[in-house]
């Protein structure tokens, strides 16, 4: 096959990025190694992550449209009150992580229509479920990835001019040899405050299988896991408890705080404020990143609200599955203690009337698409990172480091971004790292391959450090890197120019930023600050 832009991962960046480029008059072969596109906001069943501002700026025209195509998805199709449905704001799940927390099937819904014109037309080609296992290189330009079919040995070559790697591991940069890293880097060399003083490759952020469950009458205890002793007993140093526990320490203290679970809870969702300038919203994990508030919809809709579990327990981090020879051991250990940790919560878990256990939770796997109760794919926080012309590092944005500053503010601008810090466990043994932040730029010279000249980033592989990634790998962030990777390559097709062209003469660095604002895409923040 040949096409003018190829994007490999079906992800949030990928799809943005697949929308970008053929709104700009190009044709897209989009592949995807799960079931669905979406990636962690579908695939991979997590909420988005989200900053404070996001109802009013800091995101892009085409992420706000998906944003407010899930709400109208609900309005359209489902038994909302009324009062619910008038709401202009509505958070389906009513959750606290995020003022749009919903079911991860809504999303692909809006995903799926947001494409469809597209493939209607022919423009637009998905292959699924897909995943890269080959490419080829002439000098600096890669011209050719080979993808092959999930299940079997189907493959197929795609050409095309720009490739994209929009998958959520950067699995296009060992294939085509594009110089990459992975883990910690040395404080010597980023001269983070919070990076280690030896680089550490094989240090990186937990992965996670985020499941789904709600709270019925009955008993829904399943057989125990084979290695359930093993997760029952488990005790991180850095802890304070037990990983199966309700005790786990506090990201932005690093003090063990005990969490609360209760199902159910007759609260308004019309009164939650979901705000993370606030607080985390953890301390009742049961509306943390709750999905369906049942007290949304109209009596009898729903049996019980719908709790997304993506909570400190299910983090996995005894070892990293990139660049290693058995990272299939670790992706299945991962899932083995989602299962232990579900068992624990319906058979042992401490309950605020001092039993144990909540049979009453049900798995559904049915809302994720799954058949084994989990989320098709793992939730992967890092991913590979290229070495890019400028890598972005903590003290370009840590509120820490730059105070009243804000923000370094790039002049080479395309896109911006805000959350906190962000990182989780590390497979080094490391407890979170969580820092404030200021509201930030992306820089176009993040997204240019220090050599290969056609190959760009379109997920959480542009040019962060292990530490700058906790705040660039957010959804909203995600989504704008591949829409300007998308709108990158099309505009460079245009013009018959490289990349590095682009970033580097102001003429045209100049005419592609008026593109991307065109295109509803903001480059700077008003004067506000950070959390």
Request: charged share 20%; glycine share 10%.
């Amino acid at each position: 096959m040949h096409t003018d832009v190829l994007v490999v991962g079906g992800g949030l960046g990928g799809v943005a990025a697949a929308l970008a480029a053929l709104r700009a008059g190009r044709s897209v072969v989009l592949t995807e190694e799960f079931d669905w596109l979406g990636g962690q906001l579908t695939s991979q069943a997590v909420p988005p992550d989200e900053h404070s501002w996001v109802e009013q700026f800091g995101v892009t025209a085409s992420y706000r449209a998906l944003r407010e195509g899930i709400r109208a998805y609900y309005r359209r199709h489902y038994p909302l009150t009324s009062a619910s449905r008038a709401d202009v704001h509505l958070n389906p799940g009513a959750g606290y992580v995020s003022k749009l927390c919903h079911e991860p099937r809504v999303a692909l819904a809006v995903l799926e229509a947001m494409l469809a014109p597209y493939r209607a037309s022919g423009r637009l080609q998905v292959l699924q479920p897909y995943r890269p296992v080959a490419a080829d290189t002439d000098g600096d330009r890669v011209t050719a990835v080979t993808v092959q079919h999930r299940v079997g040995d189907e493959q197929v070559t795609v050409t095309a001019p720009y490739i994209l790697d929009a998958t959520e591991t950067g699995e296009l940069l060992p294939l085509t040899g594009t110089e990459y890293v992975t883990g910690f880097e040395a404080q010597s060399e980023t001269g983070e405050p919070s990076a280690p003083a030896q680089a550490q490759p094989l240090n990186m952020q937990a992965v996670s299988y985020c499941f789904a469950v709600d709270h019925v009458d009955g008993d829904h205890v399943g057989d125990k896991p084979a290695n359930y002793a093993f997760w029952r007993n488990y005790q991180p140093s850095f802890w304070g408890d037990r990983l199966l526990s309700w005790t786990a320490p506090n990201p932005r203290t690093l003090e063990s705080s005990r969490r609360t679970f209760t199902p159910n809870p007759d609260d308004d969702p019309l009164a939650v404020v979901a705000d993370q300038r606030r607080t985390g919203g953890d301390t009742n994990l049961w509306t943390f990143r709750r999905i369906a508030a049942r007290r949304h919809f109209v009596p009898g809709a729903y049996d019980s609200d719908i709790c997304l579990v993506n909570w400190p327990m299910i983090d996995y981090f005894e070892g990293p599955v990139i660049d290693v020879p058995d990272a299939a051991k670790h992706l299945a250990a991962a899932k083995e203690l989602s299962h232990a940790v579900l068992y624990w919560l319906q058979t042992e878990a401490p309950r605020a009337d001092g039993g144990a256990g909540f049979p009453g939770l049900r798995l559904r796997g049915d809302l994720l698409g799954s058949t084994d109760g989990l989320a098709q794919a793992p939730y992967i926080r890092e991913s590979r990172r290229i070495k890019a012309e400028y890598t972005i590092v903590e003290q370009d944005l840590s509120a820490a480091t730059r105070g009243d500053r804000g923000a370094v503010e790039y002049d080479d601008s395309v896109g911006i971004g805000m959350y906190r810090i962000d990182l989780h466990p590390s497979t080094g043994g490391d407890n979170y790292i969580d820092v404030a932040s200021s509201p930030f730029r992306i820089p176009l010279g993040a997204l240019i391959p220090q050599r290969v000249e056609n190959l760009l980033p379109a997920n959480k592989n542009l040019g962060t450090t292990h530490i700058t990634n906790g705040c660039y790998r957010l959804h909203p962030v995600e989504w704008n890197v591949g829409e300007a990777a998308g709108l990158l390559a099309a505009f460079c097709l245009d013009r018959d120019v490289s990349p590095r062209a682009v970033r580097g003469t102001p003429a045209l660095l100049g005419q592609f930023q008026d593109r991307l604002i065109a295109q509803g895409i903001e480059l700077d923040w008003p004067a506000i600050t950070g959390y």
